[in-house]
C-alpha cells in the first residue's frame, strides 16, 4: 500500500497572491515549484530516494534482507491494487442495488407491481386470461435485488476504510430489521448476512404481500435504497482515494493533472 501524503497542490500557487513580491519571484518561484514537481513526474525523485535508501540499508543489511524487504513492497503494491478493486466492486454492486431497490419501490405507471392481462393455463392446461400482477416481472426484480445485496456482502470482508465499512454494517441492520417480514415473503436472511430467495414461497405468499413488505416508502426497498446510495459514496471515495506517492516513490494521485497542463 502506497504512503498517503494528503497534499494540497493549492499551496504551491500560493506565494503567487503574496504581496510585496515582484513579478520575477513570482515566476521563479513556480519555474522552481514545476521543476520539482517534473521530477516527481518522470520518476527521477522517487529513483533518487530509491538509491538513497538502497545505500543506506546496504550499510546495516544483508543481501537477504534487501531481497525481503523488496518483496514486501511488491506485495504491498500489490495489496493496494486488489484493495482499489475490493472497493470499486462494491460500489459498483451498491449502485446496482439501489437501482434495483429504486425499481421495486417505483410508483405509477412504472410500478413492478401494476396489474396488467396476463395469460394464464389452468390444471387441464385452458389458456385464459386474467388481470393480474405480472409475477415473473416482480421476481425477477426482486432476484436482482437479492444478487447484488449479496455481491456487496461477499466483498466486504477485511474493510480498511472505517466509513465504508460502518454503511456496509448499517446495511446489514436494516435487513435484519426485516428479517421477520421478509421471511414471511421467502427471503431469508442467512448467517452469513446474506439473503437467500425462495421462489416457491415467494409465489405463495402472493404478489400483494411482496408489494406491502417491499414496496412504498415505509418497505424494505426504500431503505435499502438509502443505504445503498451512502455506501456507493464511500466505496468509491475509498477505491479513488490512491495515495499521493507509490511505495516505489512515483507520484500516482490524480492531483497531478493539476500541474500537467504546465510542464
Known sequence: MGINVNMDYSTLFSSLSSGGASSTNYLSNLSGMLSDYSSIKNGSY????????????????????????????????????????????????????????????????????????????????????????????????????????????????DLSDVTTDTRVSYMSKITNSYKSELSSIGISVNKDGKLSLNKDKMKESGMEAVQNVIGGKSGYAYQISSAASLLESSASKAASNSSTYSSLGSLNSDYSSILDSFI
Open 46 to 157: 522517487g529513483k533518487l530516494v530509491s538509491a538513497y535508501y538502497k545505500k543506506v540499508g546496504s550499510d546495516d543489511t544483508s543481501t537477504s534482507e534487501a531481497k525481503d524487504s523488496k518483496k514486501t513492497e511488491t506485495n504491498t503494491a500489490k495489496s493496494a491494487a486488489a484493495e482499489k478493486k475490493q472497493y470499486s466492486s462494491i460500489a459498483s454492486s451498491a449502485k446496482s442495488l439501489g437501482a434495483d431497490a429504486d425499481k421495486l419501490m417505483a410508483t405509477g405507471s412504472d410500478s413492478v407491481f401494476n396489474k396488467s392481462w396476463q395469460n394464464v393455463t389452468d390444471e387441464d392446461g385452458i389458456e385464459s386470461k386474467v388481470f393480474d400482477y405480472d409475477t415473473n416481472k416482480i421476481m425477477s426484480a426482486v432476484s436482482n435485488l437479492v444478487k447484488d445485496y449479496n455481491s456487496i456482502i461477499s466483498s466486504s470482508s
